[in-house]
């Protein structure tokens, strides 16, 4: 197996984009990541998009964006799996790259979700749950995420003012992102003050409706030396697990095994562990997603997840800084680009390009992606070359 | 949803019809074609009893389009006393009632309304025993 570095990255403002269509994001982002590496050509590309077919109408997504990216006939393959698609597009492209098959490998993430209404928006977000057990009966996304944080709450204390810490700290951190989509403050109170969605979230706990894409270059270690490129950053760890579809059907309501076993894959192929991670993107669609998160990847003991947010060890300049970009709840959730953003953020942290959000001194990140409830998870660890 | 489709699933949704695993006793609902603990592909269809206890819940207020005139919506994830887990409405309870360790039985309630176009759904919600 090679080593693969990524030498490239791009992504625009995320946002509600009217202005802009699905294959316009994702070419946006794409051309971006291609000037930012100082390639004329690529081998092959990857897409990750969860449900274009809902939100926009479109299938056939490999080709279409090969067409507008100018780059037919290199091969190209859409990757779905729910939210966590940018991230296992990633793996993809680094497996594909990795095996020798190819040397240039682009990897995007592209969502368009605002051409539909929320109703809409919602019925396309609930076939990431098990559609003929748990949505028919009712239940939606942020509903499933309640459930959890119910469980979390009864079984470990967490409170409502634990969870919104986690929101206001990734808005303090999103002001700090020319990219987000909502990069205005937030306190404790305004989220504890917000609307109620599905008890005990209120909806300065979920992330919003985003338009967006993402992409990034990959090639081997050696060809990134070989071209001189600026701060190469190698992904030394991919981790891909998968676990019931239905949140009904998990033995421990407060567990997220897919994520711990998607670590500790990667932790094991880098020789890293959680200590030596200085800065990670984590799945924040919710603000539970966040603190039991956290907790699965090794960071903090089961069960402090929520009080780690509230004592600041997550926020920047904490001990372990989570979501320095802003997170899903404040950068946005395209769902098919946010695995790919994620690593556009680590990337540029490890490169020292992040300015006001800035980890002093990055040398290893990570990211987590998460499917559904976490029936998938994928994880990347990054290091400077 | 295609009455096929809704049609294929009354089993589970009218009978609560599991599928026991011969080999190691397993229930399994919905039924599948192999079991994930013994890998056996032998069942034996049962009924199961309808009592089980709330293990979550939460009130949905802002539904998907198909529950929008039953908002809000009370859901729960549910331990059937049989074994199997589910999800479900829980309907005709007391603030009080919807609680971690509320026992609650199935019963056979209209689940949403597709309109003109479409099937009426039934199958479970749970109410408190």
Same mark, same amino acid.
């Given at each position: ?74 091969? $190209? ?46 019925? $396309? ?87 967006? $894409? ?74 539970? $997603? ?96 | ?5 809704? =049609? ?18 397993? =229930? ?76 609650? *039985?199935?019963?056979?309630? *209209? ?19």
């Amino acid at each position: 197996m090679r080593d693969v570095a990524i030498i490239g990255v791009g992504m625009k403002k995320f946002g509600e984009l009217w202005e802009q269509s699905f294959r316009d994001l994702f070419v946006g982002a794409a051309l971006e990541a291609i000037k930012d590496a100082g390639v004329d050509h690529i081998d092959s590309m990857y897409v990750g998009c969860m449900s274009s077919g809902l939100f926009v109408g479109q299938e056939h997504v490999g080709p279409l964006m090969a067409d507008y990216l100018g780059m037919a006939p290199v091969p $190209a393959t859409r990757v779905e799996s729910a939210c966590a698609s940018g991230g296992v597009a990633v793996r993809q492209g680094f497996i594909e790259v990795a095996s020798g098959m190819s040397d240039l490998v682009l990897v995007g993430g592209v969502e368009k979700m605002t051409d539909v209404g929320g109703d809409e928006a919602t019925y $396309a977000l609930a076939t990431a749950s098990d559609q003929e057990w748990e949505a028919f009966n009712g239940v939606t996304f942020p509903g499933l995420y309640a459930m959890m944080a119910t469980a979390h709450m009864h079984k470990y204390g967490t409170t409502c003012e634990q969870l919104a810490a986690v929101a206001a700290k990734n808005h303090e951190n999103g002001s700090r992102n020319p990219l987000a989509q909502f990069p205005m403050k937030i306190t404790i109170a305004d989220v504890l003050d917000s609307v109620m969605v599905a008890d005990p979230l209120h909806i300065l706990d979920c992330s919003p409706i985003t338009d967006g $894409a993402a992409a990034i270059i990959l090639c081997p270690a050696d060809l990134a030396k070989k071209l001189g490129k600026k701060a190469p950053v190698k992904i030394i760890g991919s981790g891909h697990a998968t676990d019931t579809i239905a949140f009904h059907q998990r033995a421990d309501l407060t567990a997220l095994p897919a994520v711990s076993k998607s670590a500790s894959i990667a932790y094991k192929m880098s020789g890293k562990t959680p200590k030596d991670i200085q800065l990670c993107e984590v799945h924040d669609c919710f603000t539970i $997603a966040e603190i039991m998160v956290t907790e699965e990847l090794g960071f903090v003991e089961k069960g402090k997840g929520g009080a780690a947010a509230e004592a600041g060890v997550t926020a920047l300049g904490g001990k372990m800084p989570i979501n320095t970009s802003g997170g899903l709840k404040s950068k946005g959730h395209p769902v098919g680009a946010t695995g790919v953003a994620q690593m556009v953020e680590v990337t540029r942290q490890l490169r020292g390009e992040s300015g006001e959000r800035q980890v002093k001194g990055a040398r290893v990140g990570m990211t987590q992606n998460m499917g559904g409830t976490g029936a998938s998870s994928v994880v990347h660890i990054m290091e400077v070359m | 949803m295609p009455s096929a489709r809704a =049609w294929r699933e009354y089993p589970r949704r009218y009978r609560y019809e599991a599928a026991v695993c011969k080999k190691c006793g397993k =229930w399994f609902f919905p039924a599948r074609l192999i079991c994930d603990a013994c890998k056996s592909t032998e069942f034996e269809t049962k009924a199961m009893r309808r009592t089980g206890t709330i293990l979550t819940h939460t009130v949905i207020r802002v539904p998907a389009p198909a529950f929008a005139d039953q908002a809000p919506i009370a859901m729960a994830v549910v331990a059937m006393d049989d074994g199997p887990r589910l999800t479900a409405q829980v309907v005709d309870y007391q603030a009080a009632q919807l609680a971690i360790g509320q026992k609650v *039985k199935l019963e056979f309630r *209209k689940i949403s309304d597709e309109g003109a176009a479409g099937v009426i759904n039934y199958g479970y919600k749970v109410v408190p025993v």
